[in-house]
């Protein structure tokens, strides 16, 4: 879905937090916050929800551990019986390794996949930057344009907040392997040299 | 800062009532249990009165002596975040020579009291006609026994006081400049290398053989020292995080936060792990490798009486931190996180116990009021110790170079 952002970028990080808290307190939607490093506290101000990852994760290693337990109980107990040194059918205590290495192995390839899928990124997937100094040295605010919203008064509102730079971007949203952006360089050698 | 910790009357007259009972405990052992009547002939009770307090004491001594041992390695790691309640951790390491006196006397008192019913390599006649434990003379035996507890115990007080002592000058030295703090440091961390290779020779090795181990002789393990040492750390973490929530509510950690609270969980949350990971593996490769020799210790543990406290041992242990403490909303929440410690500390202390007393007592385990009415009368002794140290000195270390570290901490 193409969609037009207001994108401000700010260069302090004490700048960046009190704006990120007018823009919701202005009811503006903020899209997202790019910054070069982990920000503590930056989530709590962005009044992005707690991440349900490691509920998935518990979820994945709950079926590794079945899938375990239940495949090898099933194999040993059930299907084909054998006498490991007069050991009982179903030992448990022997079962734990494997169950606590497929348990870690699920929830570990589980989570990164779902991770991935959150934030819509896999290796070959191009994304839009809204601006090359995010890696860098600067904060980078982007904020929806929706139907309701003014663009004129974003930009006027980011540059009251502290925004050094501001600019409207138009680009696609969502997850595509290779077609996305293709054009796009972030980094240009001629344009440092002239 | 006029905000100085003062003992509340409800906290001493609890603490107090704690260490009547050890004492009552104590006497009434010294009457019922016949203490002195020699480890030869069949009184299960004069045993249970010296493993009962061999399992104390030498629990308690540990689990205390962790909260030196954090001060330490968090020093060395220039972890910067436990600086807002490291003067708790200070208080509970102020108990270690106290502790160290009371185990010492009570392995002294075994020792010379010959009670071969507690260490089986104290019966001479036995060990002279015994293989295995003549091959182990050299190691097993009064001097060594003693002599190293001694030199340990010495040197875990000695170091304990100089670390301390350190931390108080910091309180008169005012804010530190960089030159001056990099001093203080480095002396810090001088200190902090000498005892954690101390550590290792003690808690993480040979201690744990000497007073635990050998009380089954014939038998060993290469995990019992870490296993030991796990069980202990939890436990320490566990009654740190008690203070330091008990001190929160006093008033006192001013700078002290959920963030430092959360983190005290995760610690238990890994170290019960790490605990149950030490744990298994002792117990799996001794039940897959199924060697006479090697079940003989899990044979009364795992079929005999001690099979509820095996499991409970477990259950307590293990599930429950893990469960609970699973979410970290679970460990930002005071209430949960002082339950889990105090199970925690709980469930330790029943480890200790299936440790002890299977190899002393045999098929007549007790847990009433002998074992608990001791575990009382420690616990008095810690929280007497705690506040002691917190109403001389101010609980928050406000010149310490990390302090910020520690204020701004987020997790």
């Known amino acids: ?194 | 800062m006029d905000n100085r910790y003062v003992t509340p009357a409800a906290y001493k007259k609890s603490y107090m009532a704690f260490i009547a009972i050890g004492v009552l405990t104590l006497i009434l052992g010294f009457v019922f249990l016949n203490p002195f009547a020699g480890a030869h002939g069949d009184n299960v009770n004069s045993t249970r009165f010296w493993a009962g307090l061999l399992q104390n004491s030498t629990y308690f001594l540990m689990i205390v002596n962790v909260a030196l041992f954090f001060i330490v390695i968090s020093t060395l790691a220039m972890g910067g975040w436990q600086i807002a309640f490291r003067r708790v951790n200070e208080a509970i390491a102020s108990l270690v020579p106290i502790m160290a006196v009371l185990t010492f006397i009570i392995l002294l008192c075994i020792i010379l009291g010959n009670r071969s019913d507690i260490y089986h390599w104290l019966d001479k006649e036995a060990v002279a006609h015994d293989e295995l434990l003549n091959h182990k003379k050299g190691f097993l035996n009064s001097w060594v026994f003693l002599g190293f507890s001694f030199v340990v115990l010495f040197l875990w007080s000695y170091i304990g006081k100089k670390i301390n002592k350190l931390s108080l000058e910091s309180d008169e030295m005012g804010p530190m400049d960089f030159d001056t703090a990099k001093k203080w440091t480095a002396k810090n961390m001088t200190w902090s290398a000498y005892y954690i290779v101390l550590y290792l020779l003690s808690v993480a090795s040979i201690l744990p053989w000497l007073w635990l181990m050998s009380i089954d002789p014939h038998w060993y393990s290469t995990m019992y020292s870490w296993y030991t040492f796990a069980s202990t750390f939890v436990a320490g973490i566990a009654l740190m995080t008690l203070f330091v929530v008990y001190f929160k509510n006093q008033g006192q950690l001013e700078f002290v936060n959920k963030e430092h609270l959360q983190d005290l969980g995760k610690f238990m949350f890994a170290f019960s792990i790490f605990w149950t990971y030490l744990w298994f593996d002792q117990f799996m490769l001794i039940w897959y490798g199924n060697i006479p020799e090697e079940t003989v210790y899990f044979k009364p543990r795992l079929q005999g009486m001690y099979k509820g406290i095996f499991y409970l041992n477990l259950i307590i242990n293990f599930v429950a931190p893990f469960l609970i403490f699973m979410k970290a909303a679970a460990k930002r929440n005071y209430t949960i996180v002082t339950f889990v410690s105090i199970i925690i500390i709980f469930g330790h202390w029943i480890d200790f116990y299936q440790m002890v007393m299977p190899g002393t007592v045999y098929n007549n385990p007790h847990l009433s009021w002998f074992e608990f009415g001791i575990a009382l009368g420690f616990v008095g002794i810690i929280m007497w110790g705690v506040s002691r140290f917190a109403s001389r000195t101010p609980m928050t270390a406000m010149n310490n170079p990390f302090l910020k570290e520690s204020i701004i901490h987020h997790v």
């Open chain 1, 1 to 194: 879905m193409i969609k037009s952002f207001v994108v401000g970028t700010f260069e302090d990080e004490k700048v960046l937090f009190p704006a990120v808290k007018h823009v919701r307190k202005a009811g503006l939607k903020l899209h997202d916050v790019y910054t070069p490093y982990p920000v503590h506290g930056l989530d709590k101000a962005m009044g992005l929800r707690e991440t349900s990852l490691h509920t998935a994760g518990f979820i994945y290693g709950l079926m590794g551990t079945m899938i375990a337990i239940g495949g090898m109980g099933w194999i040993f107990a059930v299907d084909w019986p054998l006498n490991f040194g007069g050991k009982p059918h179903f030992p448990l205590p022997a079962y734990i390794p494997i169950t606590f290495e497929l348990t870690v192995l699920l929830s570990g390839v589980g989570m990164v996949l779902t991770y991935c899928y959150l934030n819509q990124m896999m290796p070959g997937v191009k994304k839009h930057h809204f601006s090359p100094r995010a890696t860098d040295d600067a904060f980078i605010m982007v904020i929806e344009l929706t139907g309701k919203s003014n663009e004129e008064e974003i930009k006027k509102f980011l540059a009251d907040n502290g925004a050094i730079e501001i600019n409207t971007q138009v680009a696609e949203e969502g997850w595509w392997f290779g077609r996305y952006d293709r054009e796009q360089t972030l980094y240009r050698s001629d344009e440092v040299l002239a």
